[in-house]
């Protein structure tokens, strides 16, 4: 799978509207009238740019997931700074259901303004919009990347009165809490999603022999049934481990991405030191998406604010706090980061277990 490397963009957009104006001379009064006569055209054009620069209204930002999961926590964080850049009101509406098809569905409905636009993850999108055989509408085709903001994936986490219990802090010790009978629920993204087949790899290639395995809508979610011991374990991505281990409640026990979070975590364990890389399918891209046919400049006005909410201090602070990866990509780079996905997910699942179809044939038995 592509590997992403950090991109930052140090150009600006510089707008220039220069309108002379020039007072009027008692001695001299014929030049100010020259004067006036030549520059009240580009008063008049100044005036209709003004009119119709991107936004004039209220924006909207869909998020296909729950509130607290690390699509919607990253969002969070930039908002505030892109609204800020763009001089208008930007609301989060969180759309969560079918591992995030339900609001990218809804997404891919709106109005193509610019003032309707949201974050949808690459590759796992791709890979539950394929597993799903949607045929209404195309993951790449019927949506338009104008930025990405940043890296994230799939985190394991443990309920910390379960860990404390059957002393669970590793993969090693949560596979052997699971095959001695001690823990038997597991809680996951979303039936048909990318976690779905991730749990599946666990259970078959590294021995995670759960009982009872629980789909809720999200990270937000599995993380909140984590926390009140709903299941013993389940999948959270870097980012809402962060905020799982905040609460007091639960902590993160492994690393199911290539990405190093040793900063953040040192001593926590690897999924890699068990078998393979699982990085092709539990790490993601955050990727901005308008609906097709959004204008040229909504989209570069929408990614420039993209790129000043990365780049902001408090935003940059937070990512060095806690780890959490925000980068930069402008509407080509997105592009290229969007553009041919699904075809990679059919070679990957292919290579792993066969294929799509063998992948719905195990998630129905399972």
Known sequence: ????????????????????????????????DDTADDTAPADDTADDDA?????????????????GGGTDTYARQLQPHMSDDLGQSIGIDNREGAGSMVGTEWLVNQDSDGYTFGTVNSGGAHFTWRAAEIDAWHIE??????AYSGVFGYTLIVNNDVA???????????????????????????????????MLLLR?????????????????????AVISGEVAA????????????????????????????????????????????????????????????TPDDAKERLSEAVRVATEHDDVQQWSEDTGNIVEYGDVQEA???WTGIVDVMEQ?????????????AMAQED
């Open 234 to 293: 389940g999948f959270a991505t870097n980012t809402s481990a962060v905020n799982a281990e905040e609460s007091g409640e639960a902590s993160a026990i492994v690393n199911l991405m290539d990405i190093d979070l040793s900063h953040v975590w040192p001593d926590l364990d690897r999924i890699d030191n068990y078998g393979d890389s699982l990085a092709w399918i539990t790490e993601f891209t955050l990727t901005q998406l308008a609906p097709v046919g």
């Open 348 to 360: 990957e699942v292919d290579d792993a277990i066969g294929g799509f179809d063998e992948f719905l």
């Open 1 to 32: 799978m592509r590997r992403r490397n950090l991109l930052k963009t140090t150009g600006a957009i510089g707008i220039a509207g220069l309108a002379g104006c020039l007072g009027d001379d008692d001695d001299d009064p014929a030049p100010a």
């Open 204 to 224: 078959d290639n590294y021995g995670l022999e759960y009982t009872n395995d629980v789909p809720y809508d999200g990270g937000g979610p599995t993380m909140e």
């Open 335 to 337: 592009e290229e980061l």
């Open 51 to 67: 009119a119709d620069a991107f936004p004039q209204d209220d924006l909207t930002w869909m998020i296909p997931w729950g509130e």
């Open 164 to 198: 404390d219990e059957h002393g669970i802090d590793d993969y090693g010790a949560l596979r052997d809490a699971y095959q001695d009978g001690d823990i038997e629920n597991f809680g996951y993204q979303g039936a048909g999603s990318d976690s779905h087949l991730t």
């Open 141 to 146: 085709e019927d949506l338009e990347p104008f």
